[in-house]
């Protein structure tokens, strides 16, 4: 079985939320008996490198290390001043002007060697792909480390993709998940199913599949497992732990109970807790990661004025449940 060849006891991972997760939250939920993970997509390799390091002085059990697959924005000056003079009023609510220019501050796995070669000088254990896969090269040489290969799936086609790849198992990720949906091609139609039907849907494919969305109890954790799934992968019931880099902003905004997906934040669906862009047309919006840029640098001036409503704080449906506590307390609480 999968997990008894990474060497975890409880059939939950924690997920690997760029920006959230630490080396003692990772580290924390390895310690305890889970599968601790680090999202390090919006990190270069030297600074990935020394969090997979600073994780390893903490547990010796395998973690994982998520990576994103995603195509480099195809830039369009016009779209992107467009969206940028949208902004501009909410700038001007705190005296502030957009930037003159959106960034791109995502750099895709298959353009960073350095990583690569990181992944495979390190070896975490476990390596994750979001939003596709990279080359077979690439998936040829973290293999050749050693390294257990997981793709996230949010359909049929994205999956039967993993399992051609040859990789070790799939994350089927359910519409109720915070953060970012794994599409592979934005541009397809996604079908938008929820977690227990999209395991329905890849339970004969012949690889094991790791649960995501919407999973916040012990409860939750078992109706997974008894629909086919090996694991739980619990995100936002982690959010509020104290080993996580959430900000009292985000974890205050847990109890509302409201998320919504948008492209309005970042340019690829994500959900997250409603918020003063959420809720607009997000038709216009840039191509990921470019409004981003934009977004953060919004909420930077709002937040010193004393507003946290434009905070880009993913979080799946059910995140008022949340219940604060160690990550071990959570993950006990998580346990079948």
């Known amino acids: 079985m999968l997990f008894e060849r990474i060497g975890i006891s409880v059939p939950v ?68 001043q467009a969206w940028l003079d949208a902004l501009a009023p909410d700038f001007a609510r705190f005296g502030a002007a957009p930037p003159e220019r959106l960034t791109d501050g995502y750099r895709p796995f298959a353009d960073d060697p350095d990583m690569l070669r990181m992944l495979i000088e390190e070896k975490p254990g476990v390596v994750s792909f979001h939003f596709g896969l990279p080359d077979p090269a690439m998936i040829a040489a973290l293999r050749g480390s050693g390294a257990v290969l997981l793709g996230s799936a949010t359909c049929l086609a994205d999956a039967l993709k993993i399992r051609d790849a040859g990789l ?11 953060g970012h949906r794994g599409v592979f091609d934005e541009g397809s139609p996604d079908d938008r199913l929820e977690t227990l039907d999209l395991l329905a849907a890849l339970k004969d494919l012949g690889l094991p599949l790791i649960a ?26 982690f959010l509020v732990a104290e080993e996580a880099g959430t900000s009292a902003p985000h974890r205050a905004g847990l109890t509302s109970g409201r998320t919504r997906m948008t492209r309005a934040i970042s340019g690829r669906p994500a959900r997250g807790l409603e918020n003063i862009i959420s809720s607009r047309d997000d038709s216009a919006a840039p191509d990921y990661p ?47």
Not at 168 to 178: E, F, H, R, S, Y
């Open 212 to 237: 995501a969305g919407g999973i916040m109890t012990r409860e939750d954790v078992r109706a997974v497992l008894d629909a086919g799934a090996i694991a739980a992968q619990c995100g936002t019931v």
């Open 290 to 336: 470019l409004p981003y840029s934009a977004l953060k640098a919004l909420h930077g001036v709002a937040l010193k004025a004393g507003e946290s409503g434009y905070g880009p704080f993913w979080a799946g449906t059910g995140c008022a449940q949340a219940k604060p506590g160690t990550a071990a307390e959570i993950l006990a609480r998580l346990a079948p």
């Open 168 to 178: 070790d198992g799939i994350v089927a990720q359910g519409w109720q998940a915070g």
């Open 13 to 80: 991972v924690q997920a690997p939320m760029a920006g959230i997760t630490t080396p003692a939250l990772a580290a924390a939920v390895a310690n305890a008996g889970g599968l601790g993970s680090l999202g390090v997509a919006a990190m270069d390799a030297t600074r990935a490198g020394e969090e997979v390091r600073q994780t390893r002085a903490m547990t010796s059990a395998p973690i994982n290390v998520n990576v994103f697959c995603h195509r480099p924005p195809q830039r369009d000056d016009a779209k992107e």
